[in-house]
């Protein structure tokens, strides 16, 4: 039995050798890795111009809300309050942020109420992703719609107890009554 032994401790030692010796930097393979040259992330053409598309009355979020629709993507880290002003019927300075929207080319405001008329100014001069400038502003009054009536249930299940009145939790808008039937 010792005669086997010793030949088999050399055999494991070398093994356990070579095994670190393969795995040491030396005999490693470096690749360096650069991003491919032609690969293109966004797309800017610098010679398209900025130009409002539209101002119109939209929903964001299931909320009403104005949207200005633009030619070319905006600058997402800046703030565009100072180029829009959005006035009620009274003619009142209407306060709030607009959000911009994913892909950039869309503005949303939604400090606005249902059946309300407003009037959107839009500065000349406001600045664009691909370094150009709205280069003439506009004004657009519109009124906005009346959101459409809905009735549902509010949260994901309602157990009733047996014998009581408590009702269910429902959630409307532009609903005076309902009428739930339930067995």
């Excluded at 565009?80 to 306060?95: F, P, Q």
């Excluded at 869309?106 to 500065?123: A, C, E, G, M």
């Excluded at 409307?172 to 039937?181: E, F, G, K, L, S």
Aim: aromatic content about 8%; charged content about 15%.
């Amino acid at each position: 039995m010792k005669t086997y032994c010793l030949p088999f401790r050399l055999c494991l030692l070398l093994l356990l050798l070579l095994t670190i010796n393969a795995c040491s930097d030396d005999n490693a393979t470096h690749v360096n890795v650069e991003p491919e040259k032609d690969h293109v992330v966004a797309i800017i053409n610098h010679n398209d111009t900025l130009t409002v598309t539209s101002i119109d009355q939209a929903l964001f979020q299931g909320r009403p809300a104005l949207v200005i629709n633009f030619s070319v993507p905006l600058d997402a880290l800046r703030s565009y309050g100072g180029w829009l002003t959005v006035y009620n019927e009274d003619r009142d300075k209407v306060s709030g942020d607009w959000i911009l929207s994913d892909d950039g080319k869309r503005l949303y405001f939604t400090q606005i109420n249902p059946r309300s008329s407003y009037t959107v100014n839009v500065k000349a001069g406001l600045p664009a992703n691909n370094t150009t400038s709205l280069q003439q502003g506009t004004r657009t009054e519109l009124t906005v719609n009346n959101l459409p009536a809905v009735a549902g249930f509010s949260g994901k299940g309602s157990i009733i107890p047996a014998g009581t009145d408590a009702g269910l939790p429902i959630r409307t808008i532009n609903v005076a009554t309902i009428q739930v039937d339930y067995f």
